[in-house]
Structure formats: structure tokens, C-alpha cells
């Protein structure tokens, strides 16, 4: 499988603290998506990191990337308990005709 | 801006029938559209990539008879799920794609099919 590997598989925290979720992929790809989902409903796009970047924010998300390892971490800081959702990555691989492969995603539980 | 729908957003059906999910663009044409299926707590699984105005393209393992896709405009793509069985129960997601430069996918809703 060219699924990516998302860890941890899941993540409890109380509100106030900082989640970070590593993703893992196996090709090499053009650029690397975050997605947020709610439980039974569609994907809610987060932030987009090109191949030839190393860090991106957005608000309270930070991104980096390390194509030399295949890896990204989502890192969102000072969680709400509106934040409680699955967060994937999906990579769109180079020579794959804008498919993306999504990560097993990471579910996160941020308690008040 | 980029807002996808999916119609209808669940549905329950007996096994043996056929199912049509539709799929649209809202504000913008989407060169291409792809249709996801989730199992609970699982990821998404890319079933096919379907382009307007020619046949999908299927991942492995998805039969193209059983998951008819139908990609007539540039707003519109419909998933038929045939002879629909329970386990073929599952959250079908689609996207599209506008042809960006950051390939970036709008998501549908989801429809969330039963099959008794």
C-alpha cells in the first residue's frame, strides 16, 4: 500500500495545550495537504505545503516539512475543544495525476 | 468560494438495488473529480479518478462495473453503486479539482450509504 502512516493514531489533551501529529509518506511528491474531519462529515482543507518548503503557518497551525525524510508534523497550538476532529495528510505524488494518497490520520480529543 | 455538494447526503436502500450519488461544483469547473469511499475510523480510499467527458479511471481492486461513474460536465459527476450489498454500506466522499496550480481538492460533504 502507498498509504501514508499517521501517528499517533489517536491524541488526548486538555484545552490550552499544544497537539502535534507526524505524518509519513513513501514517494516523492509535489506538495503535502492537511485535512480536519469531523466525525461523519466531509473534509475541511487546513494548509498546504509545497515540495521546496520547509514551514508554513495558518492561525494556530504550523507545518513543516522534511522531504529528505518523508515526514511532516501538524503542530496546533493552544487547542480549543472545537478542535476535536481526525486530521489527515495527503500527498500528492509526483507523476500520479493530481491523485492523493491520505494518511491513517490521527484523532484527536482535546478536552476542556 | 470552491464549494462542492454531494446529493444525496444518506441513504439507506435494500440490497440488490442501485444507488446514484451525485457530485457538483458549485462555483467553479472542475477538470477533474475523484470519488473516495471511508470505512468507520479508517481512512479515505481513492476509488477512481474521473475527467470530463471521458471514462474513469479505477484504482485497483474497484470493480468499474459494480461503481459506475458518469463525468458529463464540468459541475457533475454521479457514482452509481450497482446491485448495492451491506458491504458496500460506507461515507462516500467526492472531490474536484479546478486545475490550480497547488492541485489543491474540494471536498463534498459525504454521503453515507446502508444497505439492509
Known amino acids: 500500500s502507498q498509504q501514508g502512516e499517521e501517528d499517533p493514531q489517536a491524541l488526548s489533551i486538555q484545552e490550552g495545550e499544544n497537539a502535534t501529529m507526524n505524518c509519513s509518506y513513501k514517494?516523492?511528491?509535489?506538495?503535502l495537504q492537511w485535512y480536519r474531519q469531523n466525525s461523519g462529515r466531509g473534509l475541511v482543507h487546513l494548509i498546504l505545503?509545497?515540495?521546496?518548503?520547509r514551514e508554513k503557518h495558518s492561525g494556530r497551525l504550523r507545518v513543516t516539512l522534511d522531504t529528505s525524510k518523508k515526514s511532516s508534523s501538524l503542530l496546533i497550538t493552544a487547542s480549543r475543544a472545537a478542535d476535536t476532529a481526525s486530521y489527515f495528510c495527503a500527498t500528492d505524488a509526483t507523476g500520479t495525476a493530481s491523485k492523493l494518497t491520505f494518511g491513517t490520520g490521527t484523532r484527536l480529543q482535546v478536552t476542556l | 468560494g470552491a464549494v462542492v455538494s454531494q446529493h444525496p447526503s444518506r441513504v439507506i436502500c435494500k440490497s440488490g438495488t442501485s444507488v446514484k450519488i451525485e457530485c457538483r461544483s458549485l462555483?467553479?469547473?472542475?477538470?477533474?473529480m475523484f470519488w473516495y469511499r471511508q470505512f468507520p475510523k479508517q481512512s479515505l480510499m481513492l476509488m477512481a479518478t474521473s475527467n470530463e467527458g471521458s471514462k474513469a479511471t479505477y484504482e485497483q481492486g474497484v470493480e468499474k462495473d459494480k461503481f459506475l461513474i458518469n463525468h458529463a460536465s464540468l459541475t457533475l459527476s454521479t457514482l452509481t453503486v450497482t446491485s448495492a450489498h451491506p458491504e458496500d454500506s460506507s461515507f462516500y466522499i467526492c472531490s474536484a479539482n479546478n486545475g490550480g496550480l497547488n492541485n489543491e481538492q474540494f471536498f463534498g460533504p459525504g454521503t453515507r450509504l446502508t444497505v439492509l
Open positions: 505545503i509545497r515540495s521546496n518548503e
Open positions: 514517494t516523492s511528491i509535489n506538495n
Open positions: 462555483d467553479f469547473q472542475a477538470t477533474t
